[in-house]
C-alpha cells in the first residue's frame, strides 16, 4: 500500500478533501486560505474518484441557482420556510447558520471571480435567485484556479472506502485507485463532501424501494456519488440524518441523452398516465413547488413508471415558453387528439375522451392566463382530479406531447452535522471528521427549492474554517 502519509513532515498538518465538487473545493481552498491568514503549515490533497474531465459530480451539471437576494442576504422567512416544508423536522440551527452564512459565503466567491446574475427562473415567479455566470462549471473554474494557486493537490481515479480512525480520532482514508489498487492516505482531518448515495444502485434499492433500483440519474456526474464517504462514516460511529427513503428528483424527456432534459411546461397542459388518464393536479402550485411530487409519482406510484404531457397550440403563446424545455427532442405533434393517441400507442379513444371531460370542465374563455404566477383558473373535471390553476381547455391544433419519466438528482439521507460542519456521533463531534453538501443530511420530504447549492458552497466554506480554528485550539493546548 502506498502512504501519502510517509511524505508527512513535522509540523505540517494534512488534510484530505474527499470530492471536487462546490463543497468539497470550498472547503480546501477555505482551509488553506484560513491557516495560512493564522500561520498553520497545511498541506492540502484533494481526491475524487471520477478523472479530471469528468470530476465535479452533480455541481459540474447544475445550473446552479441559489435562493439568495440580488444582495447575497436570504429573504425574510427563509429559515421559517425551509422548517415548515421539513414538517417541523429540518434543523433551525444549521439553517439559520446557513442564512447567515450566506452573504460572506458569495462576497467570497465575488472575490474569487464568480460573477453573479438574477436569472429567470424557467417560467414560474417564486423567491429570488442568483447564478453564477456559466453556471456549475463556473464555480468548479473559479475554485480550481484558486485551489492551484495555494498549491492544493489533486488526486484523481481515487474511490473512498473507509475512514481510518484511531481512538475516536479520525487520521485518513483508505480506497481504491484507478488500477482497482489499494491505497492507504494518512491525514490529520478528512472532510467529506462525496455527495449522496444516488448513483448507488443498491442503496437506492434498499432505502427508496425497489423501483428506485433502475431510477434514470439527472447527468453523467450524479453517477459519481456512490454513498461510499456515508458509509464509511457511519461505519466509524457517525450518526444519520435526513430523509433516508426520499431524494430529489426532476420531470425528464427520455427521449433525450443530454443531462437534465427536463420538461416544465406540464402545468399550462395535462399529464396522463400510460392508460391515457389524468393522476394528479398539474396547477396544484408553482412548477417548482409541485416538480418534485410529480416526478416521485412516476417512479413510485405508476406501473409504467412513465406519462406523457398534453398541451396544445395555446403552449407556443407563452412568453419565453422554451425555456422551461430543455429536451432537445422535439414534441410529439399531431392535427388531433385522435391522431396523437395513435403516435403515443395510447388505448383507442382514451387521450381523446380525458381531454374531452378535462375541456367541458374548462372555464369558457377564461381572462387572466398567467403562467408565471398561480393564477387562479381552475376546473374540477368529472372523474378525474382538479386542476387548480392554468385551467384552459385543449383545444387548439397543433397538439403536442413530450414523454416523460422521473430523474433522480440527489438523495437527502446522509451524515448529521452541526452548523460547524463537524461529523456527529453519539457523545458530539467525531475528532477530525467534517462533511458538507449532499453527503449531509439535512432536507426531509421536499428539496428546498435552490437550496442544495447554497448549503454545499456555505458549509463547505465552513468545514475548512472550523478544521483549521481546531488545528489551532489543539496546537495551542
Ligand atoms: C442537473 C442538475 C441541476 C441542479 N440544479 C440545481 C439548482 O439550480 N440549484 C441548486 O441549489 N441545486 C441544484 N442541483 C443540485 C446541486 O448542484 C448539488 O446539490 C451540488 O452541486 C452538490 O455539491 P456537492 O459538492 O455536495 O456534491 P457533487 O458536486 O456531486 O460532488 C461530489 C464529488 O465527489 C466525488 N465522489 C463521489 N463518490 C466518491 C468516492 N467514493 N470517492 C471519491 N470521490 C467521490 C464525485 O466524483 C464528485 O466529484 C442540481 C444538480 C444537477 C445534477
Keep these: 500500500m502506498n502512504g501519502l502519509g510517509a511524505r508527512k513532515a513535522r509540523n505540517v498538518h494534512r488534510l484530505i478533501v474527499v470530492g471536487q465538487g462546490a463543497a468539497g473545493l470550498c472547503a480546501a481552498v477555505s482551509a488553506m486560505t484560513s491557516a ?72 467570497w466567491l465575488v472575490s474569487l471571480g464568480v460573477v453573479f446574475q438574477s436569472p429567470p427562473y424557467y417560467l414560474a415567479k417564486g423567491p429570488a435567485r442568483i447564478q453564477p455566470m456559466g453556471g456549475g462549471v463556473a464555480l468548479l473554474n473559479a475554485l480550481l484556479a484558486r485551489a ?49 448515495f444516488e448513483g448507488n444502485a443498491a442503496m437506492r434499492k434498499k432505502h427508496l424501494g425497489s423501483a428506485a433500483e433502475n431510477y434514470r440519474l ?14 464509511a462514516a457511519l461505519d466509524i460511529g457517525a450518526q444519520a440524518a435526513g430523509d433516508w427513503r426520499s ?22 397542459g395535462v ?52 425555456r422551461a424545455i430543455r429536451s432537445d427532442v422535439p414534441p410529439i405533434s399531431a392535427p388531433t387528439l385522435e391522431a396523437l393517441e395513435q403516435a403515443l400507442g395510447l388505448p383507442l379513444a382514451a387521450l381523446s375522451q380525458t381531454v374531452s371531460a378535462f375541456n367541458a370542465a374548462c372555464p369558457d374563455d377564461p381572462p387572466g392566463f398567467d403562467a408565471t404566477v398561480k393564477d387562479g383558473l381552475a376546473c374540477a373535471p368529472v372523474g378525474q382530479p382538479p386542476k387548480s390553476n392554468w385551467a384552459r381547455a385543449l383545444d387548439q391544433a397543433p397538439f403536442l406531447a413530450w414523454p416523460l419519466v422521473g430523474a433522480l438528482v440527489y438523495t437527502f439521507g446522509g451524515l448529521k452535522t452541526n452548523p ?52 489551532r485550539d489543539s496546537s495551542s493546548l
Excluded at 154 to 167: K, N
Excluded at 247 to 268: F, N
Design 36 to 107: 495560512r491568514n493564522i500561520g498553520i503549515d497545511l498541506s492540502v490533497i484533494v481526491i475524487d474518484a471520477a478523472p479530471l474531465a469528468a470530476s465535479g459530480g452533480n455541481t459540474r451539471w447544475s445550473p446552479s441557482n441559489i435562493r439568495l437576494q440580488a444582495d447575497h442576504h436570504v429573504a425574510p422567512g427563509f429559515v421559517e420556510a425551509i422548517l415548515a416544508e421539513s414538517g417541523g423536522l429540518a434543523d433551525r440551527d444549521y439553517f439559520q447558520q446557513l442564512a447567515d452564512q450566506a452573504p460572506a459565503m458569495a462576497d
Design 148 to 196: 492551484r494557486e495555494l498549491g492544493i493537490e489533486f488526486v484523481y481515479e481515487f474511490s473512498l472506502t473507509q475512514l481510518l480512525s484511531d481512538a475516536g480520532r479520525v487520521v485518513g482514508v483508505l480506497g481504491t485507485d484507478a488500477q482497482g489498487k489499494p491505497q492507504k492516505h494518512h491525514a490529520d482531518a478528512v472532510v467529506l463532501a462525496c455527495g449522496g
Design 218 to 231: 439527472i447527468s453523467q456526474g450524479t453517477a459519481y456519488n456512490d454513498g461510499a464517504g456515508i458509509r
Design 247 to 268: 431524494g430529489h428528483a426532476e420531470p425528464v424527456d427520455p427521449r433525450s441523452q443530454h443531462p437534465a432534459p427536463v420538461v416544465l411546461v406540464y402545468p399550462y
Design 271 to 322: 399529464v396522463v398516465n400510460a392508460q391515457g388518464q389524468r393522476f394528479f393536479d398539474e396547477g396544484a402550485g408553482l412548477m417548482h413547488e409541485t416538480w418534485e411530487r410529480f416526478a416521485h409519482q412516476m417512479q413510485f406510484e405508476l406501473p409504467s413508471q412513465n406519462a406523457y404531457v398534453i398541451l396544445d397550440a395555446k403552449l407556443l403563446n407563452i412568453a419565453d415558453y422554451a
Design 420 to 471: 460547524n460542519a463537524q461529523v456527529l456521533g453519539d457523545n458530539g463531534p467525531i475528532s477530525g471528521l467534517y462533511a458538507a453538501g449532499e453527503i449531509t443530511g439535512h432536507f426531509y420530504r421536499v428539496a428546498p427549492n435552490s437550496v442544495a447549492m447554497l448549503r454545499a458552497l456555505v458549509f463547505g466554506k465552513i468545514a475548512g474554517e472550523q478544521l483549521v480554528r481546531d488545528f
